[in-house]
């Protein structure tokens, strides 16, 4: 993680919730340009802690990417616990997606939805 430690220690001394930046700020506090796929696919700035290595460094920091425009190439770092904090809009989606979808799915007690089903997908005929 040498390459990204620049933009852990910055991110870890910032007292903000927020921290909004561009991508070029971020690569110049690397000092170094960011990959091409940083440009290209919204999933490299993912806060998944296996996606790269950089983003072990905004996680260990204690924040979170949010807000990614990649058109406008730039984002929020958001404090990780405030990200999750009870009334902010990304905080218990899945509470409320399942309360939204109650009583719309019905599974019979005993049954094993991992059971194959003997159903052929085209994709499994290809």
Known sequence: MAKYEPLKVFL???????VPM???????IIGAPLP???????????????NS???????????????VDMGSQKLVFRRADEAE?????????????RAKMAGTVQ???GWDLT????????????
């Open 12 to 18: 870890a001394a910032r007292k903000d919730g927020e």
């Open 22 to 28: 561009t991508f070029a700020e971020i690569a110049s």
């Open 36 to 50: 091409p796929v940083a440009f290209k696919h919204r999933a490299w700035w993912s806060n998944n802690p296996s």
């Open 53 to 67: 290595v950089i983003t072990s460094a905004w996680l260990d920091a204690g924040y979170k990417t949010a807000h």
């Open 107 to 109: 599974v019979a007690p």
């Open 115 to 126: 059971n194959p089903t003997g159903e052929v997908w085209d994709a499994e005929r290809e």
């Open 85 to 97: 904090a009870p009334g902010h809009a990304s905080a218990g989606w899945l509470e409320r997606l």
